[in-house]
């Protein structure tokens, strides 16, 4: 198993650009989420999904987009990058069944927006 | 106020030393109480979890949950170089579909 993967692991972009950071998941999990951390700020919540098709919002969402057509894949769009998204952005994946479900992080994406 | 506070630190401890990090929380709704360690220019991995109040002990490792305290506590026996990294507390409720994090407490041990 691969586990969470993120790519890339390093972008620079200038403002007003967009781009898509890619999010995988192999381990089958329904629910996806993406986070950014910044100094002081530890781990917020952008967006989620509970299953392919269903999208929600969490605590910092504008200026994100996100979609999940498929079960694997949580794909995060920035629309138009400016300097206050520059942060380092993780992807995570659980299981949603009863009980504790552990939840695995990606690597990473460090953005740097000028 | 933030729903989950911690300590940023940075704290730095000698090697061997028994270290102390602590988390508080507002929502009473939460029940599953976790612990993520984070090295540098890494994602966050799972350390242990504990379900409502009580201890839990794995190696040198034990964390405490205080529900009516609302306080939540990890604990490092012997600490090792390799413990250098940032403890970051998250916790969730039955209900909720999001974890929620503390800031982090970054831990420095010092051979």
């Known amino acids: 198993n691969a586990g969470v993967t993120q790519t890339p692991k390093f972008q620079v972009l200038k403002t007003g650009q967009s781009m898509t950071l890619q999010c995988a998941q192999d381990?089958?999990?329904?629910?996806m989420s993406w986070y950014r951390q910044d100094p002081g700020m530890g781990l917020r919540l952008i967006h989620y999904s509970v299953g392919a098709g269903i999208t929600d919002q969490g605590e910092v969402p504008n200026g994100y987009n996100v979609s999940r057509s498929t079960t694997e894949d949580f794909p995060l769009r920035l629309l138009s990058a400016a300097p206050s998204q520059t942060s380092v952005y993780f992807c995570a994946s659980r299981h949603t069944t009863g009980g504790f479900n552990e939840q695995f992080f990606g690597p990473g994406t460090r953005l740097t927006v000028l | 106020q933030k729903e989950v506070e911690q300590d940023p630190g940075p704290l730095s401890v000698p090697e061997g030393a028994i270290v102390s990090l602590n988390c508080t929380y507002s929502n009473s709704a939460f029940q599953y109480f976790m612990w993520y360690r984070q090295y540098s220019r890494k994602g966050p991995e799972l350390l242990m979890y504990t379900y409502s109040s009580g201890n839990k002990e794995d190696g040198r490792f034990t964390a405490q949950v205080d529900k009516s305290s609302k306080y939540i506590s990890l604990f490092i026996r012997d600490s090792q170089p390799s413990d250098s990294a940032t403890y970051l507390c998250a916790m969730y409720d039955n209900y909720g579909q999001n974890f929620v994090f503390g800031p982090g407490t970054r831990l420095s041990v010092l051979p």
């Open positions: 381990m089958n999990h329904e629910y």
